[in-house]
């Protein structure tokens, strides 16, 4: 079983930045991707970015393609989603969230993740 722990959010301006993070532990059977989700409220939760068991393989939602950066660092187990220009729309609880064992490459689908963080607030102002 795999836990995971996000850190990162908080308050920024419409244009600004913040780094989410997601720190994995526990031991994985097999390669998995890992993915960000956004749920706004009164809103299902929604597809923002997601990384292949390796790095190399992205996926961006088209709200945040060109803005948000999604990266690996696995000396660390860790997952980041970068976000840069910032919109009032961005506003949001951000999870992180691993695919099922062996399903090693991204997808936007939440039926397909097993392990969810407990959620980071993103709150942008206008």
């Known amino acids: 079983q795999v836990q995971l722990v996000e850190s990162g959010g908080g308050l920024a301006q419409a244009g600004g930045s913040l780094r989410l993070s997601c720190a994995a532990s526990g031991r994985p059977t097999s390669p998995y991707a890992m993915g960000w989700f956004r749920q706004a409220p009164g809103k299902e939760r929604e597809f923002v970015a997601a990384?292949?068991?390796?790095?190399?393989?992205?996926d961006y939602a088209d709200s945040v393609k060109g803005r948000f950066t999604i990266l690996r660092e696995f000396a660390k187990s860790t997952v980041y989603l970068q976000m840069n220009s910032l919109k009032s729309e961005d506003t949001a609880v951000y999870y992180c969230a691993k695919r099922k064992d062996g399903l090693a490459w991204p997808s936007r689908r939440v039926a397909e993740y097993d392990s969810w963080g407990q959620g980071t607030q993103v709150t942008v102002s206008s």
């Open positions: 990384v292949s068991w390796n790095g190399a393989v992205l």
